[in-house]
Structure formats: structure tokens, C-alpha cells
């Protein structure tokens, strides 16, 4: 077979579709894995290197696919024994590349066979590890180091014990000789004339600290045990000071030889460090004096030091020293000072103690360790670097816009700022007055790039310097500097005025009072003119929007400026060519649109006619298609009305997000959905257009996915309008919610309920759901109420139904009655009374209060076995409508007035209001709608008897709140 898999390999790496499809199918095969372990390991040429390439990469999927012993198809034991030989013999490979791919395959099939199917393996790469030839050595340390990180990545508990009883053999024998090969490697590497020969020895050592972080990290339990037998921490940060002196050392800087594995170096020793803290916070508190300063050293900046180190070496240094300022085991507990004795609180009040105490030993004659570090972050890393000076000329757009997110970790300058608020965060008491006496300096100093700096620390220090520091009488001074700023300024002027528009940004969710405010729009809409830099332009618009999203934004406030603003940001949206860009300044226009209520209606007309331009500029960005989609919706819902352009174009863009037949709903469906609720809300009647789209709701309600709820609100939208030209859809309809309510999830019980009752109402769409009400009455009636949310929204709909259709309730009832051979109707009136209590919903007790109370005229012979019942079921209605408290109202508040809402601007609100105002529950009140009925029954011709019948407590009760809500109204 191994010739046939590799013809297969040769035809698949020159791009043969055949030969892919051939090794597929392969893939299952007894022998195939062992064909490719054959040819990956020829070293002859028989193979060449990019096959044997392709041939790991299929093995690597073969492993994942049948390695398990669960997994279908599996791997024979056979096979596998002969595959892990394969690859212990393959560590004399000379191939660096080939031979990393084979440390991973060893940590990939480690992860299932050690210890139980592979337990020579650890053994093995030991001894290679001792024997003299240097390739054999670094291949056993490169797998070990595989297997290692394999192994710590397995969770459960008894995987992780196999893990620690690895650790405990392995590290007394690696890390001597770790220690070892760093004394050998380190004596020779500033003066080596060939640093060739010294290269394997460095390769060495930095996959032994690989390999020794791994165990510590994960397989040591309680650090404080192999920190007194082995001095690990001190001998870490021994060997840390003297790799980072060798690399300064180094001669021909980036061009010297060894600089890369000397680099690597120092960079796996502070991740071993960091990862010490992580997993071992309380067993490092003894070392915190001596490693925080040490950290430090290496971050801050030295005057006699003529190499920078390596950015990512700076990196895990700031983010390690972050880590001990956050870490939650370092703070001082409330415990503590309550004079508790809890050993685990007694740790970590002593290391609170030990990191303060490192935090206030003396850097400089006047300066303790936090200043120190505090001042220099801010003069030497929250400066403006020279790479953002250049992308700001160089790309003015993404520069702007760029949001780093959580990449923050492998940037300088962002952890550099991290690590500051970590600081002012940790000792704001003491550090605040250290950052507004360097803001007072500033503005003693003429120097801008200060001022940039300080102004960048005053914003990142918002929250902590909050409470001690008032931002107000700032402000006036702040404008002033940013007005007096001009081109002669430079590139500096324009990084200060940035920074200014970024400080308010930051502080304007925090204490800026609304006095100043007026004026900081002033100045934002003023940076928004078209001659002004696009940065600027673009930071303002940011700065902006985080002014209109604050609770403390007043319309009132800005809408002298919103015409320019509109204006200006309408032009600037047209001018930026990036698609990130345009959604952002389209995302600040959305945010004014959203706020600014009725005052931007004078403006909605000229973004109304933008908005199809800026959709055929949208064609190639699927987000900003997106965010265009959002902001036509957001448009309707302002507007609260839709005109026929609008609506023309919202149709077109409904039509093609949401046609499941097109590629483009992958992305627009939900949002195109969103958007066509709102263009049903706003709409004044129902159009051909509207109609037409009716017809995508079959596939989307196919889909079933989490539009559905969006669908139904559809759904309901279109009944509303009650017009004539949906009625040839009533069938459909019907038949959609029958389908519905049989399989929405519980989450939409309530919401389909609701629109099948007002489909109910309807006559013509009643009707079409007769042989759905039918088989929802047999099942009520007759069949198990375990499910008591389906089962009262049932009883809810066939209310609905006994109270405005009774001539189609007693054919149900009949129906019933035939099928059951019992009588439905009785058993009607019983199930109500059982199921009252579980009803939730006020209109739906409201709905079976009513029922309840013609039951006494128009059911008096099937309803006469439960009267009791229902009587009293009136009466916990009333009160729970019409009591409030001592209060007692006269109607309650499923009583509409459509007066009320003749004036509302939203169209559909208007809509469900005259609907709801049509039938019983929004047109009576309970109270007077029970005395009704009960005097219309009294005059009855053999009411008395009937009356008779009942619990006299049972009428009094009824009066007695008939009579107090009546007294009181």
C-alpha cells in the first residue's frame, strides 16, 4: 500500500483533486496510518520533504479522527504499536521542521496512549536525554517537551495525578540539568569566535526551561515542597539576570548569531515566572521583594544601557508584574482585620504586607519603588510612539478606528498602560496626588509631548482618580489649549488635540458635570469640518457618540449644533473610504438619531436619502451592509412613520437579506428581520410591497432558528392591519400557527398564544382554524395537563372563543362530545375552574372572568355543577383588577380608550389599541361586565333554583366586591 499512498501524496501536493478524494477515502483503511508512518520516516530521499510534509499532515488528521479506541473505524492496536515505534525511531531526524512535526504527533498520541498503551516512551526520551549525541538530545527534549504540555492539557482528576507523578520524577532529574547546561552555555556566549558550536547547547537549555515550566505550572501541587529541596524561584531568577547580561553583551546586536535563542531564552524564563504566579501565588509571596524590583528593572528604562530588550520580553514582564498587582491572593482580607484566625487569611494578609512593603522600599533618595515606576510609565511608554506617529500619516483611517480588543496582551505600549492603571488601581491613595502633581508640572512646562502624556495617564486613571479628583474646572483650560493649538504646532499639536478629545471621552461617563458640556459639543462638531485632520475628524465623531450614549446626554443641550452635526458627519461618512470606518461614523449618526427624539426629524429626510447611497457602497463590506440595515431600522423607529421612498427601499432590502434562497441572509437575515418589524410598526396600511414579502415567511418560519419569535411578531403585524388584501393568506396563516404552537419552544408559548388570539377574532381566520381548535379542545378536555403553560394557554384560546364565537364553541364542544362520548361542555366549565390558578397572565384571568360570567346565561345548564367555582373565580378576578391596596378603581387596565392613542405617532400601537378596543376585555370593564350578567341571569326564568343551589358565602363574597367597587367608583 505504501507505494499507492505515496503516488496518492505526490498527485495531492501538485493539486490533484482525484488523489485528495482517493487518500479520503483511504483515511478509514487498516494499514493506511502505517503506509504514512513508513513514508514520513524515510530519511533515504526516497521521499522527498514536502511529501513527507503532506504525509504528516494526514496522519495528524488521522490521529484526531481514529486514534481513540471509542471512535468508529479505529486504528488496530497493531497499527499503532507500529506507528509509536516509527516515531521513536525518527529522533535522529536531521530535518528541523520535519522533526518539530514529529514532536507534535508524539504529544498528540501521548494525550491518549501514556501511561497505559505508550509506557516506554517517558523512559525512553530520559535516556536519550543523557546519551552524548547532541541532535539526539535535543530531539528527546524537543519530545519530551511535546508530551509534557500534551499530558498538563488532560483535566480530569485522575489524568492530572498521573500528571503530578510525572512531575515528581521528572524535575529532579531536568532541572539540574537545566541549571548545568545554562552555567556550561552562558560562560562561553559573550566571547564564543563560533557561536555555532554553542547554538545546540543554547537549544538545549530553552526547551529544559519549556519542559520545567510545564511541570511546575501544572504538575506540582504545593510549590513550597520543591522550592526547599531545589531553590527553583531564586535559581530562575538567577539564571533570568544572567541570560538578559549576555544578551546585552552581545555583539553585532540583531546580527549576532545567537541573539534569536538567547532571546527565546529570556522570554521562557519570564513565562515560567508568570507562570509561577499564576498557579502558585501564596508560595511565591517570599520572593515578591526581590522579583517585583527585578521586573521593574528590566521594564523601566537605564541611562548606562545601550540595548532595548526584545518588545515581547518587556511584555511578559509588564504583564507579570500586573498579575501580582491583581492577584486577589495578595489583597488584605476583611477577615483579617476582624480578628479571625483562618491560616489561608493569615497567607494572604502576609502577602499583602510583603507586596506593600515592596511597593514603598526606596527606588531614589525621594522616591519609594510605585512612584518611581508610576513616573517613568508615564514619561518613557504613554508617550505617542513613533510607530503611531507613522501610522497616523501613513494610514489615517484604520489608525483612528483601530480597537485592539484583547490583543492588548501582545502590544508594548498597551500593557504598558494596563500595568499603569493596575498601579494607580493598587495604591490610589498615595499615587493620585503623584499624577495631578505631574498634571500641575505639565502645565507649568510648554513642552506638548508632556502634556500628551499626562493627558493619556489623567484618562487611563479615570475610575481610580475619580473620587479625588474633579474634572470640571479642568475643562475651560482644556478648550482653551485645544483652540490655541495651530498648524505651526506641528505633529505634536495634533497628537495633544487628540489626546484632549480622548480625555473627554473617557471622563464623560464619569463626572462631567452639565454645565461644560454645551461647549465640549462646540468643540466636537467644530473638529468635524472637512479641513480639519481626518483623525481628528474621526476621534471626534467616536468621542461623540460616547457622549450621546451617556444618560446624562440632554437633546435640549445639543440640538443647536445637531444641523452642523448632521451635516458635517453626513460628509465625512461620504469621504472615508474604509469600510470599518464608515461603521463607525455611521454608528455615531445612528446613536444622535436614536437620542435626539423629535429634534432630528427635520434632519431625517436628507439621511433618508443617503442611506440607498451608502447601500451601494456597502455591496462588497457584508458588516457595513449590516450596520445600514440597523440604521434604516433605527431610522423607522424614531420616525415612528414611513414614507414611500423609505419604504420602497426598506422593502428591497428586506427582500434580499431575507430570501433564504440568496447567500447574502448568512449575515442580514436577522437584522433585515428587525428591520421589517419596524417597517410593519410604522407603516399606515398595508402595501402591494409589504404584502409581496409576506410571501418569504414560509421558508423563514421552515428555518426555524432564533428569528422565529421575530417571525411570529411578523405574523401578528400583518393580522393587525386587518386589511382585505391578506385575507386570500388566512389559510396559510392558519395553518402556520397551528404548526406553531405544536412546536415552538416554551420561551414563545406566550407569544404564539397572543397572536393566535388575534387571529381568533377575526371571523374569516377563526374559521379557517376550526379543525385546529377542534383538536386543541379534544386534547385539553380530554387528554393529560401535565404541560399547565400549554394547557392554560389552550383554556385561554377556547375562552376567547366561547366569549365572541359561541356558535363555533358549541360546534367544538359538540365535536368533542361525539368523539369522547361525554359531554365536552361540562367538562369545559371544570377545567377552567382547574386551571385558574395556574393562569399568569392578568388580561387571560380577565378573559376567563368574563367567560365565567356569561357562563350563567348563555351555559346555565352545563356550567350549574361548577357555579361555586365560578363564582368565586369572578371574584378573585375582580379583586385582583380592581383592588389595588386600599385603592379601588372603577375600571381596570385592560379597559382601552383609543383616544388615548389617536395622537401616538406609531402607527401599529394605534393598530393593536382600536383591536383591543374592539372585543370584550379591552371594551368592558370586569366589574361591570359581571353585573351585567349576573342581573341578566337573576331575571332569568328559573334562576332562583339555581341560585339556590350555591354556597351562600360564596354570593356575598361576589357582592361584597361588586358592591365595594360600585360604592367606591
Same mark, same amino acid.
Given at each position: 500500500?505504501?507505494?499507492?499512498?505515496?503516488?496518492?501524496?505526490?498527485?495531492?501536493?501538485?493539486?490533484?483533486?482525484?488523489?485528495?478524494?482517493?487518500?479520503?477515502?483511504?483515511?478509514?483503511?487498516?494499514?493506511?496510518?502505517?503506509?504514512?508512518?513508513?513514508?514520513?520516516?524515510?530519511?533515504?530521499?526516497?521521499?522527498?520533504?514536502?511529501?513527507?510534509?503532506?504525509?504528516?499532515?494526514?496522519?495528524?488528521?488521522?490521529?484526531?479522527?481514529?486514534?481513540?479506541?471509542?471512535?468508529?473505524?479505529?486504528?488496530?492496536?497493531?497499527?499503532?504499536?507500529?506507528?509509536?515505534?516509527?516515531?521513536?525511531?525518527?529522533?535522529?531526524?536531521?530535518?528541523?521542521?520535519?522533526?518539530?512535526?514529529?514532536?507534535?504527533?508524539?504529544?498528540?498520541?501521548?494525550?491518549?496512549?501514556?501511561?497505559?498503551?505508550?509506557?516506554?516512551?517517558?523512559?525512553?526520551?530520559?535516556?536519550?536525554?543523557?546519551?552524548?549525541?547532541?541532535?539526539?538530545?535535543?530531539?528527546?527534549?524537543?519530545?519530551?517537551?511535546?508530551?509534557?504540555?500534551?499530558?498538563?492539557?488532560?483535566?480530569?482528576?485522575?489524568?492530572?495525578?498521573?500528571?503530578?507523578?510525572?512531575?515528581?520524577?521528572?524535575?529532579?532529574?531536568?532541572?539540574?540539568?537545566?541549571?548545568?547546561?545554562?552555567?556550561?552555555?552562558?560562560?562561553?556566549?559573550?566571547?564564543?569566535?563560533?557561536?555555532?558550536?554553542?547554538?545546540?547547547?543554547?537549544?538545549?537549555?530553552?526547551?529544559?526551561?519549556?519542559?520545567?515550566?510545564?511541570?511546575?505550572?501544572?504538575?506540582?501541587?504545593?510549590?513550597?515542597?520543591?522550592?526547599?529541596?531545589?531553590?527553583?524561584?531564586?535559581?530562575?531568577?538567577?539564571?533570568?539576570?544572567?541570560?538578559?547580561?549576555?544578551?546585552?553583551?552581545?555583539?553585532?546586536?540583531?546580527?549576532?548569531?545567537?541573539?534569536?535563542?538567547?532571546?527565546?531564552?529570556?522570554?521562557?524564563?519570564?513565562?515560567?515566572?508568570?507562570?509561577?504566579?499564576?498557579?502558585?501565588?501564596?508560595?511565591?509571596?517570599?520572593?515578591?521583594?526581590?522579583?517585583?524590583?527585578?521586573?521593574?528593572?528590566?521594564?523601566?528604562?537605564?541611562?548606562?544601557?545601550?540595548?532595548?530588550?526584545?518588545?515581547?520580553?518587556?511584555?511578559?514582564?509588564?504583564?507579570?508584574?500586573?498579575?501580582?498587582?491583581?492577584?486577589?491572593?495578595?489583597?488584605?482580607?476583611?477577615?483579617?482585620?476582624?480578628?479571625?484566625?483562618?491560616?489561608?487569611?493569615?497567607?494572604?494578609?502576609?502577602?499583602?504586607?510583603?507586596?506593600?512593603?515592596?511597593?514603598?522600599?526606596?527606588?531614589?533618595?525621594?522616591?519609594?519603588?510605585?512612584?518611581?515606576?508610576?513616573?517613568?510609565?508615564?514619561?518613557?511608554?504613554?508617550?505617542?510612539?513613533?510607530?503611531?506617529?507613522?501610522?497616523?500619516?501613513?494610514?489615517?483611517?484604520?489608525?483612528?478606528?483601530?480597537?485592539?480588543?484583547?490583543?492588548?496582551?501582545?502590544?508594548?505600549?498597551?500593557?504598558?498602560?494596563?500595568?499603569?492603571?493596575?498601579?494607580?488601581?493598587?495604591?490610589?491613595?498615595?499615587?493620585?496626588?503623584?499624577?495631578?502633581?505631574?498634571?500641575?508640572?505639565?502645565?507649568?512646562?510648554?513642552?506638548?509631548?508632556?502634556?500628551?502624556?499626562?493627558?493619556?495617564?489623567?484618562?487611563?486613571?479615570?475610575?481610580?482618580?475619580?473620587?479625588?479628583?474633579?474634572?470640571?474646572?479642568?475643562?475651560?483650560?482644556?478648550?482653551?489649549?485645544?483652540?490655541?493649538?495651530?498648524?505651526?504646532?506641528?505633529?505634536?499639536?495634533?497628537?495633544?488635540?487628540?489626546?484632549?478629545?480622548?480625555?473627554?471621552?473617557?471622563?464623560?461617563?464619569?463626572?462631567?458635570?452639565?454645565?461644560?458640556?454645551?461647549?465640549?459639543?462646540?468643540?466636537?462638531?467644530?473638529?468635524?469640518?472637512?479641513?480639519?485632520?481626518?483623525?481628528?475628524?474621526?476621534?471626534?465623531?467616536?468621542?461623540?457618540?460616547?457622549?450621546?450614549?451617556?444618560?446624562?446626554?440632554?437633546?435640549?443641550?445639543?440640538?443647536?449644533?445637531?444641523?452642523?452635526?448632521?451635516?458635517?458627519?453626513?460628509?465625512?461618512?461620504?469621504?472615508?473610504?474604509?469600510?470599518?470606518?464608515?461603521?463607525?461614523?455611521?454608528?455615531?449618526?445612528?446613536?444622535?438619531?436614536?437620542?435626539?427624539?423629535?429634534?432630528?426629524?427635520?434632519?431625517?429626510?436628507?439621511?433618508?436619502?443617503?442611506?440607498?447611497?451608502?447601500?451601494?457602497?456597502?455591496?462588497?463590506?457584508?458588516?457595513?451592509?449590516?450596520?445600514?440595515?440597523?440604521?434604516?431600522?433605527?431610522?423607522?423607529?424614531?420616525?415612528?412613520?414611513?414614507?414611500?421612498?423609505?419604504?420602497?427601499?426598506?422593502?428591497?432590502?428586506?427582500?434580499?437579506?431575507?430570501?433564504?434562497?440568496?447567500?447574502?441572509?448568512?449575515?442580514?437575515?436577522?437584522?433585515?428581520?428587525?428591520?421589517?418589524?419596524?417597517?410593519?410598526?410604522?407603516?399606515?396600511?398595508?402595501?402591494?410591497?409589504?404584502?409581496?414579502?409576506?410571501?418569504?415567511?414560509?421558508?423563514?418560519?421552515?428555518?426555524?432558528?432564533?428569528?422565529?419569535?421575530?417571525?411570529?411578531?411578523?405574523?401578528?403585524?400583518?393580522?393587525?392591519?386587518?386589511?382585505?388584501?391578506?385575507?386570500?393568506?388566512?389559510?396559510?396563516?392558519?395553518?402556520?400557527?397551528?404548526?406553531?404552537?405544536?412546536?415552538?419552544?416554551?420561551?414563545?408559548?406566550?407569544?404564539?398564544?397572543?397572536?393566535?388570539?388575534?387571529?381568533?377574532?377575526?371571523?374569516?381566520?377563526?374559521?379557517?382554524?376550526?379543525?385546529?381548535?377542534?383538536?386543541?379542545?379534544?386534547?385539553?378536555?380530554?387528554?393529560?395537563?401535565?404541560?399547565?403553560?400549554?394547557?392554560?394557554?389552550?383554556?385561554?384560546?377556547?375562552?376567547?372563543?366561547?366569549?365572541?364565537?359561541?356558535?363555533?364553541?358549541?360546534?367544538?364542544?359538540?365535536?368533542?362530545?361525539? @368523539? $369522547?362520548?361525554? =359531554?365536552? &361542555? +361540562?367538562?369545559?366549565?371544570?377545567?377552567? #375552574?382547574?386551571?385558574?390558578? /395556574?393562569? !399568569?397572565?392578568?388580561?387571560?384571568?380577565?378573559?376567563?372572568?368574563?367567560?365565567?360570567?356569561?357562563?350563567?346565561?348563555?351555559?346555565?345548564?352545563?356550567?350549574?355543577?361548577?357555579?361555586?367555582?365560578?363564582?368565586?373565580?369572578?371574584?378573585?378576578?375582580?379583586?385582583?383588577?380592581?383592588?389595588?391596596?386600599?385603592?379601588?378603581?372603577?375600571?381596570?387596565?385592560?379597559?382601552?380608550?383609543?383616544?388615548?392613542?389617536?395622537?401616538?405617532?406609531?402607527?401599529?400601537?394605534?393598530?393593536?389599541?382600536?383591536?383591543?378596543?374592539?372585543?370584550?376585555?379591552?371594551?368592558?370593564?370586569?366589574?361591570?361586565?359581571?353585573?351585567?350578567?349576573?342581573?341578566?341571569?337573576?331575571?332569568?326564568?328559573?334562576?332562583?333554583?339555581? @341560585? $339556590?343551589?350555591? =354556597?351562600? &358565602? +360564596?354570593?356575598?363574597?361576589?357582592?361584597? #366586591?361588586?358592591?365595594?367597587? /360600585?360604592? !367606591?367608583?
Amino acid at each position: 500500500m505504501e507505494s499507492a499512498v505515496l503516488e496518492a501524496l505526490q498527485a495531492a501536493f501538485e493539486g490533484n483533486k482525484d488523489a485528495v478524494l482517493q487518500l479520503k477515502e483511504w483515511q478509514p483503511q487498516a494499514g493506511f496510518h502505517a503506509a504514512l508512518a513508513t513514508l514520513y520516516s524515510q530519511r533515504d530521499g526516497s521521499c522527498s520533504a514536502e511529501h513527507r510534509m503532506l504525509a504528516i499532515a494526514y496522519f495528524k488528521t488521522g490521529v484526531e479522527r481514529y486514534w481513540r479506541e471509542t471512535a468508529e473505524q479505529a486504528i488496530s492496536p497493531d497499527e499503532k504499536a507500529f506507528v509509536r515505534n516509527s516515531l521513536l525511531e525518527a529522533i535522529r531526524e536531521q530535518n528541523d521542521t520535519l522533526a518539530r512535526q514529529f514532536g507534535h504527533l508524539v504529544g498528540m498520541i501521548s494525550r491518549f496512549d501514556v501511561p497505559r498503551a505508550w509506557p516506554e516512551l517517558v523512559p525512553q526520551l530520559v535516556a536519550e536525554v543523557q546519551t552524548d549525541d547532541a541532535l539526539r538530545q535535543q530531539r528527546a527534549l524537543l519530545y519530551l517537551y511535546r508530551v509534557e504540555k500534551a499530558l498538563a492539557s488532560r483535566r480530569l482528576l485522575p489524568q492530572r495525578r498521573v500528571f503530578a507523578d510525572l512531575a515528581t520524577r521528572l524535575l529532579p532529574f531536568l532541572f539540574p540539568l537545566l541549571l548545568s547546561n545554562t552555567t556550561t552555555a552562558l560562560s562561553a556566549v559573550p566571547t564564543a569566535e563560533s557561536p555555532e558550536t554553542w547554538e545546540p547547547l543554547l537549544q538545549h537549555t530553552r526547551l529544559l526551561i519549556k519542559a520545567v515550566r510545564y511541570l511546575l505550572a501544572h504538575g506540582v501541587q504545593d510549590l513550597a515542597e520543591v522550592e526547599a529541596e531545589l531553590s527553583i524561584v531564586n535559581t530562575v531568577q538567577s539564571m533570568l539576570h544572567s541570560f538578559t547580561a549576555a544578551y546585552l553583551e552581545l555583539t553585532d546586536s540583531d546580527t549576532h548569531p545567537l541573539n534569536n535563542v538567547v532571546e527565546k531564552s529570556i522570554i521562557a524564563l519570564v513565562k515560567l515566572l508568570r507562570d509561577l504566579q499564576t498557579y502558585h501565588a501564596l508560595s511565591l509571596v517570599p520572593h515578591l521583594p526581590t522579583l517585583v524590583p527585578t521586573l521593574l528593572d528590566y521594564i523601566l528604562p537605564q541611562e548606562a544601557q545601550q540595548r532595548r530588550y526584545p518588545d515581547k520580553f518587556l511584555i511578559l514582564c509588564m504583564l507579570t508584574v500586573r498579575d501580582v498587582l491583581l492577584c486577589p491572593k495578595y489583597k488584605q482580607s476583611i477577615r483579617q482585620t476582624a480578628g479571625i484566625e483562618d491560616p489561608n487569611v493569615q497567607r494572604m494578609h502576609a502577602a499583602y504586607q510583603t507586596l506593600q512593603a515592596c511597593l514603598h522600599s526606596q527606588k531614589t533618595t525621594d522616591q519609594d519603588l510605585q512612584t518611581a515606576v508610576l513616573v517613568q510609565l508615564m514619561q518613557h511608554y504613554l508617550l505617542t510612539s513613533d510607530e503611531e506617529k507613522e501610522d497616523w500619516t501613513t494610514n489615517e483611517e484604520e489608525f483612528a478606528v483601530a480597537d485592539i480588543g484583547s490583543s492588548w496582551e501582545y502590544m508594548l505600549k498597551p500593557c504598558a498602560e494596563h500595568l499603569f492603571q493596575a498601579l494607580l488601581s493598587y495604591n490610589t491613595t498615595e499615587l493620585a496626588p503623584v499624577v495631578l502633581g505631574l498634571l500641575d508640572q505639565c502645565h507649568a512646562d510648554s513642552s506638548l509631548e508632556l502634556r500628551d502624556a499626562t493627558y493619556n495617564a489623567l484618562a487611563l486613571g479615570a475610575y481610580s482618580l475619580s473620587p479625588r479628583f474633579d474634572i470640571n474646572p479642568l475643562i475651560p483650560m482644556l478648550l482653551e489649549q485645544y483652540a490655541s493649538i495651530t498648524s505651526l504646532a506641528g505633529d505634536a499639536g495634533k497628537l495633544l488635540q487628540r489626546r484632549i478629545l480622548l480625555l473627554f471621552g473617557q471622563w464623560q461617563c464619569i463626572n462631567i458635570s452639565s454645565e461644560p458640556r454645551p461647549a465640549i459639543y462646540s468643540l466636537l462638531v467644530a473638529t468635524l469640518l472637512p479641513d480639519n485632520d481626518r483623525v481628528l475628524q474621526l476621534t471626534a465623531a467616536m468621542t461623540l457618540e460616547r457622549f450621546a450614549m451617556d444618560q446624562a446626554f440632554e437633546a435640549t443641550d445639543f440640538s443647536p449644533l445637531l444641523g452642523d452635526a448632521m451635516t458635517r458627519l453626513f460628509q465625512l461618512l461620504s469621504d472615508v473610504e474604509e469600510c470599518a470606518t464608515k461603521l463607525r461614523v455611521l454608528s455615531c449618526i445612528t446613536q444622535l438619531v436614536n437620542c435626539m427624539e423629535n429634534e432630528i426629524m427635520p434632519y431625517i429626510g436628507a439621511l433618508v436619502a443617503y442611506v440607498p447611497t451608502l447601500w451601494e457602497q456597502s455591496l462588497e463590506y457584508p458588516l457595513l451592509q449590516t450596520a445600514v440595515v440597523r440604521c434604516a431600522a433605527q431610522l423607522l423607529e424614531a420616525f415612528k412613520a414611513s414614507t414611500p421612498e423609505l419604504e420602497v427601499f426598506c422593502c428591497q432590502l428586506i427582500q434580499y437579506g431575507a430570501d433564504l434562497t440568496q447567500t447574502a441572509h448568512e449575515y442580514l437575515c436577522d437584522d433585515v428581520l428587525g428591520l421589517w418589524l419596524e417597517l410593519m410598526k410604522a407603516s399606515q396600511a398595508l402595501s402591494q410591497d409589504l404584502l409581496q414579502l409576506y410571501n418569504l415567511m414560509p421558508l423563514l418560519l421552515e428555518q426555524g432558528n432564533e428569528s422565529l419569535r421575530t417571525c411570529i411578531q411578523l405574523i401578528e403585524a400583518y393580522l393587525l392591519f386587518n386589511s382585505p388584501l391578506f385575507e386570500p393568506m388566512h389559510a396559510q396563516v392558519a395553518s402556520a400557527l397551528a404548526t406553531l404552537y405544536d412546536t415552538v419552544p416554551q420561551s414563545s408559548r406566550i407569544l404564539i398564544t397572543r397572536v393566535l388570539h388575534v387571529a381568533v377574532m377575526s371571523p374569516s381566520l377563526c374559521a379557517e382554524l376550526q379543525g385546529f381548535l377542534a383538536t386543541l379542545a379534544q386534547q385539553l378536555l380530554f387528554d393529560s395537563r401535565d404541560d399547565r403553560v400549554r394547557a392554560t394557554a389552550s383554556l385561554s384560546l377556547l375562552a376567547r372563543v366561547a366569549l365572541q364565537h359561541p356558535e363555533l364553541f358549541a360546534a367544538l364542544m359538540e365535536q368533542a362530545s361525539t @368523539i $369522547a362520548q361525554a =359531554d365536552a &361542555t +361540562v367538562e369545559f366549565w371544570g377545567v377552567l #375552574a382547574e386551571l385558574y390558578d /395556574s393562569v !399568569t397572565l392578568d388580561r387571560w384571568k380577565k378573559l376567563l372572568g368574563m367567560v365565567a360570567a356569561v357562563a350563567l346565561c348563555q351555559y346555565t345548564a352545563s356550567a350549574s355543577q361548577h357555579l361555586d367555582t365560578l363564582l368565586s373565580l369572578c371574584t378573585s378576578t375582580i379583586y385582583t383588577l380592581h383592588f389595588r391596596g386600599e385603592a379601588v378603581m372603577e375600571t381596570d387596565f385592560f379597559v382601552v380608550d383609543v383616544v388615548d392613542f389617536e395622537s401616538h405617532s406609531a402607527n401599529q400601537a394605534l393598530r393593536q389599541a382600536k383591536m383591543e378596543a374592539s372585543e370584550p376585555v379591552g371594551q368592558y370593564s370586569l366589574r361591570s361586565f359581571v353585573s351585567k350578567h349576573l342581573a341578566q341571569f337573576h331575571s332569568m326564568e328559573g334562576a332562583d333554583k339555581v @341560585i $339556590a343551589l350555591v =354556597d351562600p &358565602t +360564596v354570593l356575598e363574597s361576589l357582592n361584597q #366586591a361588586l358592591t365595594t367597587a /360600585s360604592a !367606591t367608583a
